[in-house]
């Protein structure tokens, strides 16, 4: 199945074998002389399906953790934003030529957003005020909060947003789900990035946004305000495939090397302990922040 929209069944292109939305084998042409063919024996399988706070999340693993009690202790932390009722504004998929953990890593950390993104989002932030879990490292996912000035043109709470007080209505929330969904929820937008490697060089993106409620609706012109706001995080994303891309062929270099991280990179720490633990067959993270 490509694209967006709707259906009531799916065929497949091939033989026309034909599902509903339960998965149940429900038209299969030519097989009536087939005497082992049986429809009820031949539904897809199953995939676990979780929404969590408007996300909806698949795994293959029908014994995986459930989203919700695997991000628990985030939830309250991001339950005031409501996220789940912002707008979409666009998703998009793209190819960048680089390993997805360099993009991951790229993404989770703000170090480099004075420097590499010091014409867009790395102007307005307060760079020195980031902060991080102070009960450590998680098993699911790392997060980091960040504020933003007043200066900024995005990031801050619209007047009518009652559900945010005091700090956070400047105070922004970038959780990396692990191992490949991350995102930054501000509170007037979030927009994402959902990763699918293709091969050790390339990686697939999707790449999206959504506007707050409130936000949306003060605008008199709502399409010119989003095609400001895409405009604006494209332009982020043009400076982040630039020094991505650049990274990866930087490390495939017989010259590279590594180095210790700055505090503002603890998320790619937890997040190497996460590879960690996956490669390595080791035990959940006992949640020490060293």
């Avoid at 490509?2 to 038209?27: E, I, M, Q, S």
């Avoid at 005031?80 to 998703?91: G, L, M, S, W």
């Avoid at 009518?160 to 005091?166: A, D, E, I, Q, Y």
């Amino acid at each position: 199945v490509d694209g967006r929209g709707n259906a009531r069944k799916f065929t497949c292109p091939y033989h026309a074998w034909t599902y509903d939305l339960d998965g149940r084998l429900v038209a299969a042409p030519f097989m009536d002389k087939t005497e082992c063919f049986n429809k009820a024996d031949l539904g897809l399988h199953p995939v676990r399906c979780d929404i969590y706070q408007g996300w909806i999340y698949l795994s293959l693993d029908p014994n995986a953790e459930p989203v919700a009690d695997a991000l628990a202790d985030l939830t309250p932390i991001m339950a005031d934003y409501a996220q789940e009722d912002y707008v979409t504004i666009f998703a998009e998929d793209h190819v960048w030529d680089t390993n997805w953990k360099c993009l991951t890593e790229n993404f989770m950390e703000s170090y480099h957003l004075p420097v590499a993104h010091k014409a867009t989002v790395g102007a307005h932030q307060n760079t020195d005020q980031t902060s991080f879990d102070p009960a450590g490292a998680h098993d699911a996912y790392t997060y980091q909060l960040f504020t933003k000035r007043d200066t900024t043109p995005v990031g801050c709470a619209h007047p009518n947003n009652t559900r945010l007080k005091g700090r956070w209505r400047n105070t922004s929330v970038m959780p990396t789900v692990f191992p490949s969904h991350m995102y930054v929820l501000a509170p007037d937008h979030l927009w994402y990035l959902a990763l699918q490697p293709d091969g050790v060089g390339r990686t697939r993106i999707r790449y999206g946004a959504a506007i707050a409620p409130e936000m949306l609706a003060a605008q008199n012109d709502r399409d010119g305000f989003i095609a400001d706001t895409k405009a604006f995080l494209d332009q982020v994303q043009i400076e982040d495939k630039h020094v991505v891309e650049g990274m990866y062929r930087g490390a495939q270099s017989p010259l590279g090397s590594s180095g210790p991280l700055s505090w503002l990179e603890r998320a790619n720490h937890e997040f190497t302990q996460y590879l960690a633990r996956r490669l390595c067959g080791n035990d959940p993270c006992d949640r020490q922040s060293d």
